[in-house]
Structure formats: structure tokens, C-alpha cells
């Protein structure tokens, strides 16, 4: 891989992300001061759920996707009918879900409100992450980086233009009708990308060039089909979404909404301080690693061990960086209100390393046939963190759902380390001892 091609993508892509990641911090710190502890809290959760329940809109559809494309090339265009499909459908039925849960789950007036008014981010959400990854198999790096950019600037235009010709403060449902806004939108504009990769237009890198039509012999896969491919990605991140988010939900419901706001500042500076390592495997690597796995193991494994080791300091470094910085930024960032966030950081600071290297070590158990194995843990560890989250936040509010992420991230490192070597490497291992 030339190495000046792959650093010009992942700045550009880093950049983007950070600038993403700025607006969308931008727009949290004008939501926690205008909506105060207990609104931003409200909303918070209601946004979490949403989030919670995001993915099962196509429920892995996206990630598969890369690795349908990275082990059989332009083939792989066999899976579009049924995955379009598949992801209006699964879309429809989380949605009346969503509904559902707003109307008879036991939330104030405001949070109903906002849960009903959500369910457009859900076909927003799916429709985003599915042409990011038609970009990202194109390689179309600086698009895909105003494509993920855009929602965040439209979410802060939106919000900044309301305060400023507002007379009160802004509410949690207003707020929710703005995401709920930019979702539509964004949904719309991603329909003819999406229709582009059924034709000429769709220009997939490192498999040759398009040699026409699929032949008539061509299998095309069922949506019963796709969706027993594409499960096993879409439950990785739920179990995700529940050992690293549901800290909120779980704070609101068993403390308060001022813990879960106090609590989400410090997720906010988290979820920036992971950009990094994100930008690298998701949105640069992992269709690689998909085709390295197949046909090219040296570098496969070469891209394993190279990447574990760089996630160690680079994690390292981003911890030293929090412990350095916070104390001044979260009070002059978000206000005087968030000051404990700051304590909080200090002990998910621990987490950085943890989650820097997990991520490298993770995304070779996502390739060929180990995704399965790589669920199970995070499933496991899933449970692990609900569990530890129920006994932890009566006793500790707060420092009980941050230690509970601390104990979580160093629980799926060894998990993911164990099955690297066990599973994904195993053979290559035996050669070196030998």
C-alpha cells in the first residue's frame, strides 16, 4: 500500500471527521447551555435510544456490504435488489417500534414527543451510512468526508438560527424536530448515489475495471439471504451501542436526567477522542483488510501487527492529552454546571489505550468467517456492562457508569486479543514457533 496515498486519505478523512466532531461538539455545548442539566439530559436519552435502535435499519447491511465487495469485486453487485429491500423493510418495522416504545413506555410528555418526532433519524441514519460505504469502496475520500460532514453543519445552522430568534430557551421537542429535519433531507439526497451502484456510474477501486452486466447465470441472493450475511454486523453494533451508550439511558432512568447530561458531556469528549482510530479502521482500512484477507495474508498480517502497535502509543498519548487538558476545557466549554464531567473524564481517560488497540486488534476478527465469534464476545461483554451499570449506578451515579465503561473496554481487548491469535492467526503463529 503506498504509504503517501494511504496518509493523504486517512488526513483527509481525519480532518473531516474532526471538523464533523467539532460541529457536532459545537452543537451539544449550545444544546447543554440553552436546554440546562435536566433538558439536555431529557434529550440525550431520547437521542440515545433512537441511536440504540438506529442500526437494526439495516442491520449490518453497511458493513457487509464492504465485505461482500472486498472478497467477490463487482460480483457483489448480485446483493442490491434484496439489500434495498432489506433495508426499507427493516426500516419500517424499527420505526413502528420506535412508536411504540414513545407511546406506551413509561417517558414524560416532552420525551414521548421526542421519541415520536426521532423515528425520521432512523431512515436518515441508514441512508447515510449506506452511501458512505458506496464511497468508501469508490475511494472517494474527500466526498465521503463532506458527505458525513454535512449533517452536523445543517443540524448546528439550524439550532444556531433558532436561538438566536428565539425569546425563551430552546426545548427538547424543538430540538428533536430539528434532527428530525436534517434526517429527511438527508434521506432523500442519498437515493440516487444508491441507485448509481445498480449501473455504469458506480466505480468500485482495486477490482478492474466494470466488464459489464452481470451474467444471466448470476445467483441473486434472497432478502431472507441477505439478512442471515449481514446479521452477525448489525448485532456488533448494537452490543456496541449498549456497553458504550446505554450508560445514559440507564443513568436517566435510574438516577436522574441532570446525571445522564453530567454524564454525556464526558461521552462527547470520549466519542472525539476515539475519531481517530474509527477514521483509520472503518472509513480507511477495513475494505482493505476484507481484500488482504482473501488474497494477500503477508500483508494482512503485516497491517495486524504494524497497527496494533501504533494504537498502543497513539493511545497512550490521546490519555496523557485528556488528563493535561480537561480541568480547563469542560468548564469553559460547557459551563460551570458540567464541572464534575471532568472527574469523570479522568477515570475514562484509562480508556483510551484500551479502546485504541481493541480496534485494531477487532477489525481482523471482521473479515472472512470470524465475524460470528467477534459478536459473541461483544455480546458478552454487553451484558457484562448492563449488569455492572445496574449495580454500580444506584451505589455511584455517574462514577459507577464510568467504571463500568472502564472495566468493559479492558474486558473485550483480552477477548479480541485471545481470538486473533486463536481463530485469525492461528496457523501463521504455529509457523513461527515452529
Partial sequence: MNRKYALKAISVLWVGSLLGAGLGFLTQIILARYLGPGGFGAFSASLTTVTLLAPLAGFGLQAFWLKAFGQEGWAARRWLPASFKFVASSTLLVGALLVMWAEFGPHGIDTKYSLMILTSYLAGQAILELVSTKLQLEEKYLTLSAWQLTPHLGRLAIIVGFVMVADERISTVEVSIIYSIVAIVFTLLGIYPLWQMTNQRFTLKEHGPFSGRLSKATVYPTVYETCSQAWPFGLAVIFHLLYYQSNIVLLQRLDSDNAAG????????????????????????????????????????????????????????????????????????????????????????????????????????????????????????????????????????????????????????????????????????????R
Fill in 262 to 433: 453530567i454524564y454525556n458531556v464526558a461521552f462527547i469528549v470520549m466519542t472525539g477522542v476515539y475519531l481517530l482510530p474509527s477514521v483509520i479502521y472503518q472509513k480507511f482500512m477495513l475494505a482493505k483488510l476484507h481484500r488482504w484477507a482473501r488474497h494477500d495474508k503477508d500483508m494482512f498480517y503485516k497491517a495486524y501487527r504494524q497497527g496494533n502497535l501504533a494504537m498502543a502509543v497513539l493511545g497512550v498519548l490521546a490519555a496523557i492529552c485528556l488528563w493535561g487538558i480537561v480541568p480547563y476545557m469542560v468548564p469553559l466549554l460547557f459551563g460551570d454546571a458540567y464541572k464534575t464531567s471532568v472527574n469523570l473524564l479522568l477515570i475514562l481517560s484509562f480508556c483510551a489505550p484500551l479502546r485504541f488497540v481493541a480496534m485494531s486488534v477487532g477489525a481482523v476478527l471482521v473479515t472472512q468467517e470470524h465475524m460470528r465469534k467477534k459478536v459473541k464476545y461483544m455480546g458478552l461483554v454487553a451484558v457484562v456492562n448492563i449488569i455492572l451499570n445496574l449495580v454500580l449506578i444506584p451505589k455511584f451515579s455517574y462514577y459507577g457508569a464510568a467504571t463500568a465503561t472502564l472495566i468493559s473496554e479492558a474486558l473485550l481487548l483480552i477477548f479480541y486479543r485471545y481470538a486473533a491469535g486463536a481463530f485469525v492467526f492461528k496457523q501463521r503463529q504455529t509457523e513461527i514457533i
